[in-house]
């Protein structure tokens, strides 16, 4: 059971709207979460009789299931206009038939009508053949370095737009890297020649695949995008690529950063990421600057995700969709990250606030890489003076010194208690392993045993650097005076 409503944009302490079918079916969900993107054979999703588009929405992940019951909850006063009321009735039969899998219409007015729709489920249930779901693999291949080759930067851009670019039209294939522009496909392993940064991860991304996503959206139909000859609705506007092990990808704007789901019957929205603050990325900085989103790290054993911002990091493992049980029914869940934590660097020398709970202190984010384990969650560079926000309460928080200003970086469990420290300046990193810069050489790091092997001599002075999904790899960017270079490592 789901209420579509609980995936759209909500704060954390909200509480769920899913509660109210809970009671009303007399349900008592108990135990541990379980997380998976994909639904189950048979789902009863519960939308209002008039938001119909809440389906629409969800219509690629809800065409995965193999039966969906569609309960419309019914206002205690029903609509007046019955004229009206049957133009949507004949809406939703439209929808119904054209749906890629079963799909009935139930209603809810009373208790009675959940508890009959649930026994509708039921006996689906019975009768479907259970598809087995195998866990998709997720392992990782580390890539021989590349050559270097020049990045022209757009005028006005800066390593957060390189960052962002890098990510959404960086993928793996069997032959290699390749990075997506808007006029060409690029092999990184053998990439020489300038490349031009075109305006890539603004309204355009690329897929696991190598299909492109865009923008179509309008000013009466914003959040319009197209995958091929498909049309869907999903909310952002800049891409921040796609996992290479789980059908998930991430657009986004501001500071919310929203998920995609990749299914059988093509791409589409998944669900919000839940808000809070200020344990949770700034929102308007100075009084004009937005926080927008740059790109996204999924642990690999999804116990984790990293979402940077133009200010600030947000770490967290509330991934969607969390399922509890209740008897033979799973309900969905979206349970508060009481350790979820927001990082940032501040300098001394900021002009805007000393205040750290105020967000104008947030001056840019810090590097973070997730780690393998709940003992190595992540680590984090300390070449600035880093902070990060703690707190359970709405509104409220805390400030925690992580440390620096050092040419070091720090490693945390899951409980943000530091387990140890290790020279060098991190750059970047993927799949457990960080690019760490010391003594004048690269080294790539497990971030789970310490140990490090030596990638190479250290060229100009790093920008950025943008793992590569699927590898240990990161295509790092560096400055000569007003040039950049980038180079896959």
């Known amino acids: 059971m789901i209420d579509l409503r609980d995936l759209g944009s909500r704060y954390a302490w909200h509480e769920l709207k899913i509660a109210n079918l809970v009671q009303a079916a007399g349900l008592e969900p108990r135990g541990p979460v379980k997380q998976r993107f994909a639904p189950v054979e048979v789902v009863v999703a519960v939308v209002p009789f008039e938001e119909m588009e809440l389906v629409e929405r969800s219509r690629v992940w809800l065409q995965d299931a193999q039966c969906v019951l569609v309960l419309r909850c019914h206002d205690a006063e029903p609509l007046a206009d019955l004229e009206l009321r049957d133009y949507i009735e004949e809406l939703w039969r439209e929808l119904a038939s054209g749906f890629g899998v079963t799909l009935e219409l139930h209603d809810w007015r009373c208790d009675d009508d959940v508890r009959t729709t649930l026994r509708r489920a039921s006996e689906l249930a019975a009768r479907v053949d259970a598809c087995p779901r195998t866990a998709a693999a997720a392992g990782s291949v580390t890539l021989p370095s590349g050559p270097r080759f020049e990045w022209q930067a757009r005028q006005y851009a800066g390593p957060f737009d390189f960052a962002q670019s890098l990510a959404s039209g960086l993928r793996l294939t069997p032959g290699g890297a390749l990075l997506e522009t808007e006029t060409a496909t690029l092999a990184l392993a053998t990439q020489t020649a300038a490349v031009q940064q075109d305006r890539f991860g603004y309204g355009t991304g690329v897929l696991p695949d190598g299909r492109h996503i865009e923008s179509r959206g309008t000013r009466e139909q914003r959040h319009v995008w197209q995958l091929g000859e498909q049309l869907f609705t999903a909310y952002g506007n800049v891409v921040l690529g796609f996992d290479a092990n789980h059908p998930v990808g991430w657009t986004g704007h501001r500071m919310f950063p929203y998920w995609l789901y990749l299914g059988r019957t093509g791409l589409g929205y998944l669900s919000a990421t839940d808000h809070d603050y200020p344990c949770g990325p ?158 004048g050489s690269y080294f790539r790091e497990d971030l789970g045993s310490g140990e490090r092997t030596w990638v190479g001599a250290a060229q100009d002075t790093a920008v950025c650097a943008v793992p590569v999904p699927g590898t240990r790899n990161v295509v790092l960017v560096t400055q000569r005076d007003a040039r950049f270079f980038a180079q896959l490592v």
């Not at 493992?317 to 660097?345: H, K, Y």
């Not at 384990?373 to 509104?395: C, E, F, K, M, Q």
């Open 282 to 439: 700034s929102k308007k900085l100075y009084g004009y600057a937005d926080n927008d989103p740059v790109r996204v790290e999924l642990a690999p054993d999804l116990s984790s995700i990293a979402f940077t911002f133009e200010h600030d990091v947000l770490l967290t493992n509330a991934l969607p969709i969390a399922w509890r049980s209740a008897g033979e029914i799973d309900v969905a869940d979206f349970p508060r990250d009481l350790e979820r934590t927001a990082l940032f660097v501040h300098d001394q020398e900021s002009p805007f606030t000393s205040d750290l709970l105020e967000e104008d202190a947030r001056d840019r984010p810090p590097v973070v890489v997730l780690g393998p384990s709940t003992a190595a969650r992540y680590a984090v560079d300390l070449s600035g003076s880093t902070y990060r926000i703690a707190g359970t309460t709405p509104n409220a928080g805390r400030v925690v010194n992580v440390g620096g200003p050092e040419p070091a970086f720090a490693v945390f469990d899951a409980r943000h208690q530091c387990t140890r420290k290790a020279p060098g300046r991190l750059l970047g990193g993927a799949a457990s392993h960080a690019l760490v810069l010391e003594g």
